[in-house]
Structures are given as C-alpha cells and as structure tokens.
C-alpha cells in the first residue's frame, strides 16, 4: 500500500535536479571532449563560450579553469523588474524554473567574481522576489480556505508559473485545502440525503 508522505522531495533533491540546467560558460583553458550519461561537454577553445550542465560548470570553477556567464535573468534590473511585477498584482512573473536554487547556488558559491553587479544586491532581491511569491501563495491559499468554509462548492484556482520549489511549499497547505473540500462535500451531500 502506498503510504503518504509529507514532503515527497526536498529542497536539497530541488537543488541537485536544479544543478542539470544548462549554463555558459568560458573556459580559461582548452577543455577536450568529455563524454558523460547524460551529455557531452566540449571541445572548447578557452575563452569560447559553451553551454554545459551547473554542476559541471560549478565543478570547473571550483578548479578555477572557466568563468560561469551569469543568466540574464540574475541581472539586477531583471530582478527589479520581476520584484516590482510580483508587487503589483497577485499573479506569478514567470521566472526560470529553478530561478532560486540556481542563483544561490552561484551566489554562494566562487562564481561571486562572475558577477558584473552587486552580488549582494542581486542575493537581496531574490530574497525579496521569494517572500513576495511566498506571501501571493498565502494568500491565495487563505482565500481558498475561505472560500471553502463559505460557499456550498470549491473554486478553481490557478497557480501560474510557479516554480519547483514553490509546488513543493504548497504540497502540504494544498493537502489540507483538498482534505478541508472533500470534508465539506461529505457534510453537504449527507445533509442533502438527509432532507
């Protein structure tokens, strides 16, 4: 029998699924070709751009043999552009699949040199990107909650352009929204047998 789990995948699995996005890269040397499972990477001539998996490229810059190109989308006025988006109504900017794992992953990491901005500020405004997401979700999930509790059916939501890591935040909340509706369908449908 199957049994339920909480949380079905952590952020840590995010994080490593994350890491199989593809990314530039400039190597500081010749690279030769390296076959993997999943890819092949090279040849490259240092200092030509190509595009390898974010490990491998986290790899390479650990070994100090390549500058990671920083996404467009990590650009300070991309992210103050989708900060201000997700300010103005409650509707998801569509953001990079992994857009936070990916960027802390950079950030945290030796790429800080890679960046042309503030590595700060751009850490600071994906903290605010997320807590303003965050705070959509709740809010919308607490709408749905209510709505629950005061109307004889269970609205459709829509949660657009959510990420991973945001679908797995919302895993346990929208259990409890599920268990809440099918509670109160049960109630309504045996009062109504019942008249």
């Known amino acids: 029998m199957f049994r339920h789990r909480e949380n079905l995948i952590s952020n840590e699995e995010l994080e490593y699924l994350a ?3 593809m990314i530039t890269i400039r190597p500081t040397k010749n690279l030769p070709h ?8 090279g040849p490259a001539l240092a200092n030509q751009e190509i595009t390898i998996p974010l490990w491998a490229a986290i790899h390479l810059k650990k070994l100090n043999q390549c500058k990671i190109i920083i996404p467009e989308w990590l650009q300070v006025s991309w ?3 989708a900060s201000v988006k997700s300010s103005v109504s409650h509707q998801f900017y569509p953001m990079p699949n992994h857009f936070l794992e990916i960027g802390y992953l950079l950030l945290k990491m030796s790429a800080k040199n890679d960046f042309e901005e503030n590595p700060e500020e751009i850490s600071s405004l994906l903290k605010t990107i997320e807590d303003k997401r965050r705070d959509n979700l709740t809010d919308g ?3 749905g909650l209510a709505d629950v509790e005061a109307e004889d059916y269970f609205p459709g939501y829509s949660f657009t352009s959510l990420t991973a890591m945001e679908i797995n935040r919302l895993r346990s909340a ?5 268990s809440k509706r099918d509670k109160y369908y049960r109630t309504s449908i045996v009062t109504q047998q019942d008249n």
């Open 19 to 21: 890491e199989e996005t």
């Open 34 to 41: 390296i076959k993997l499972i999943t890819c092949s990477i």
């Open 79 to 81: 992210l103050e552009e």
């Open 141 to 143: 999930l607490t709408k």
């Open 174 to 178: 929208c259990s409890a929204i599920l």
